[in-house]
């Protein structure tokens, strides 16, 4: 099993730490792993992405070209990597600030809307933590639900907002019905 | 021990503690600034000096100058700040002292742009700077393996009294992946350092840091002195990964963070029955000519592919290892480009 995953969104949505998490859960797991940040010239233009790859062999390239599992939290994000994603891969989007529907038939698209669910359980900086507690409902082979809660706790544990942030990761699990 | 998740940079920066590093000079420059930023307060742990210089080129001499006291100094910076050290670089090399320095590459020419590279290749194997000299270069391809060469680094450039480079790219100092870290190292008893000027307490003969040699003939004597130490090197610190060769019809070759993407692409080449392979120098300086030479030379290898980011700097290598004796073909990308897997597979096709 390899998964590439590309996180991406705009500066302070936390997509470099949202993939850190989930690098961290598949570490646990006992898998190979890799994050890679986008640190170039679009990082200054106020995007930012992440590469990450999760296997059960050595991980070869650190670069992934055509993820099979694609978190965008804003329209620039979906627009520039949605083309690449394998076919039969996921995509998450944070149908929040997307209001377009994917029209490409051949990979699994999930909407979930980000930031009303951040703000609803804790505050709009939790949006990512949502599409944290989506990814983790449609990756269980990447860990359980308590082993990505157990992840989240072991960041925010001595946050002011930790139970907060544990409500909006269950939100975002909940959200996807499978 | 656990695996800790760590960035490149920041874990050279812990091997070079571990390993003995008790002196950093440096200037940040992305994409390497995270190096410096770690030692500025991990050497404080250990005792160590940090010193943030005015330029790169106070910092090699800083370096310089630790190193003739016997200290373990580094220093780290990416390309164009590299530059701006050769000069002090080819003093040490010809003061004899040992040093490690750190190059994560960026793209180039001029100050270029901060994305990964190889295009300092020959700098760094070749010399860089004036004279007649080489340092021992390494490019590692995983930040363990980079780890692992910058715990040794250090005994390695005393071994040999050399400055060691270890060359990265950018994305190798980027990158974050779980690496074990080996114990701190037991420092060698100073009085063992003949080149450090500690004052005459170790000895009675007095101590001269020098590269200045106006007789010809001494000069001369200084040169062959130190291309014998570079024929030491040649014959003891070949390091080389040879990844499915054996049966392979194509062998390509690269170092570093690309070979990770040739790895990938010599997997999805084998899926697809195309019979691929891969010769990954780990020492760059000096050149594991030798495997270049047994694959050459069998009836089983068709062709080499090189690919690299920069336009043909490690090719020169490979060709001059190759001796003509089967094609080499070539695929590069520049300026903090870098090819996907894809691209590498479709040359591979298409010289097939």
Redesign the interface.
């Known amino acids: 099993m390899e998964q590439g995953i590309i996180c991406a969104g705009f500066g302070g949505q936390g997509v470099l730490s949202l993939g850190k998490m989930i690098v961290y859960v598949a570490m646990e797991k006992g898998l190979h792993v890799t994050w890679l940040p986008s640190y170039g010239p679009e990082m200054r233009g106020g995007t930012a992405n992440c590469s990450v790859v999760a296997s059960t062999e050595e991980v070869a390239s650190p670069l992934v070209s055509t993820p099979d599992c694609l978190i965008a939290m804003n329209r620039p994000s979906l627009d520039k990597f949605i083309n690449d994603v394998v076919s039969g891969g996921m995509v998450l989007i944070n149908s929040s600030l997307i209001d377009i529907k994917v029209d490409r038939k051949d990979i699994n698209v999930y909407y979930i809307p980000a930031n009303d669910l951040a703000l609803q359980h804790a505050n709009e900086r939790s949006s990512n933590i949502v599409m944290y507690g989506a990814y983790a409902k449609l990756n269980g082979n990447i860990g359980s639900m308590d082993e990505f809660e157990k992840i989240l706790i072991k960041q925010f544990g001595k946050s002011a907002d930790k139970d907060k942030i544990i409500s909006a990761f269950h939100a975002g699990y909940e959200e996807i019905k499978v | 021990m656990a695996?800790k998740?760590f960035k490149g940079n920041e874990a050279l920066g812990e091997a070079a503690v571990l390993g003995g590093c008790r002196f950093f000079f440096g200037y940040p420059i992305?994409?390497q600034t995270e190096l410096s930023e770690y030692l500025s307060w991990r050497l404080y742990d250990v005792g160590g000096t940090f010193i943030q210089s005015e330029s790169e080129v106070s910092a090699i001499n800083m370096v310089y100058g630790a190193a003739g006291a016997g200290a373990r100094a580094l220093t780290s910076s990416s390309s164009p700040g590299i530059s701006l050290k050769q000069e002090g670089i080819s003093y040490i090399a010809c003061a004899e002292l040992p040093c490690v320095i750190v190059n994560m590459m960026r793209s180039g020419p001029g100050l270029g742009?901060?994305?990964p590279s190889q295009a300092d290749y020959s700098q760094a194997t070749k010399g860089g700077g004036h004279g007649d000299y080489r340092m021992l270069v390494y490019g590692p391809s995983t930040i363990q393996e980079a780890v692992d060469i910058m715990y040794n680094a250090f005994d390695k450039a005393e071994q040999y009294r050399i400055p060691v480079m270890i060359l990265g790219d950018?994305?190798l100092g980027?990158?974050?992946?779980?690496v074990e870290f080996p114990p701190l190292k037991q420092m060698p008893d100073p009085s063992t350092k003949e080149w450090a000027t500690t004052g005459t307490h170790y000895g009675k003969d007095r101590r001269i840091v020098n590269s200045l040699y106006i007789v010809a003939s001494e000069n001369e004597a200084v040169n062959i002195k130190l291309q014998a130490k570079y024929d030491l090197l040649r014959k003891n610190e070949v390091m080389c990964e040879e990844y499915m060769c054996e049966d392979a019809d194509i062998i390509i070759t690269a170092y570093g963070?690309v070979a990770?993407?040739c790895?990938?692409a010599v997997?999805a080449l084998r899926e697809k029955g195309i019979k691929t392979g891969l010769i990954r120098p780990i020492t760059l300086f000096p050149f594991p000519t030798e495997v270049f030479h047994k694959y050459a030379n069998s009836d089983k290898t068709k062709k080499f592919v090189t690919i690299e980011l920069s336009t043909g700097q490690y090719n020169e290598d490979v060709l001059l290892s190759v001796m003509g004796k089967k094609p080499v073909e070539f695929y590069c990308r520049m300026g903090?480009s870098?090819m996907?897997?894809?691209e590498i597979v479709n040359k591979v096709k298409e010289v097939y």
Not at chain 2, 174 to 178: A, D, H, I, S
């Open positions: 695996k998740l992305t994409p742009g901060i994305m950018g994305m980027q990158l974050m992946e779980p963070t990770r993407i790895k990938s997997k903090g870098v996907t897997v894809e």
